[in-house]
């Protein structure tokens, strides 16, 4: 079993800036791509910022410049730093990773419960 846990969200203020983080645990073997997707009330769920192994990183049109996406593969680990947030980055944000569990020959997604980031005009 594959656990990911979040955590970093919160209310902030427009302007401000949260860095979440995610954690992979359980029978994990091996982690390709790490990222962090977002999803607003009555909206669909949209990739914010993806980062592969070797480090090539991936970011939505509207966050370019004020996100950063980070991981440590040696805690299995991503991170979401985010800056000059703005009302419209209010949603749950989804920590998703592409991994293989142990007995697994084959890659599969997994997604975090969600963390909920508010940030007010």
């Known amino acids: 079993q594959v656990q990911l846990v979040e955590s970093g969200g919160g209310l902030v203020q427009a302007g401000g800036s949260l860095r979440l983080s995610c954690v992979a645990s359980?029978?994990?073997?091996?982690?390709?791509?790490m990222g962090w997707y977002h999803q607003a009330p009555g909206k669909l769920r949209d990739m914010v910022a993806t980062?592969?192994?070797?480090?090539?990183?991936n970011y939505a049109d509207s966050v370019k410049g004020r996100f950063t996406i980070s991981r440590d593969n040696a805690k299995n680990t991503v991170s979401l730093q985010m800056n000059s947030l703005k009302p419209e980055d209010t949603a749950i944000y989804y920590c998703n990773i592409e991994g293989r569990e142990y007995w697994r020959s084959s890659y599969r997604n997994y997604w975090g419960q969600g963390t909920q980031v508010t940030v007010s005009s």
């Open positions: 980062i592969t192994t070797g480090g090539p990183t």
């Open positions: 359980g029978s994990i073997s091996s982690i390709d791509r």
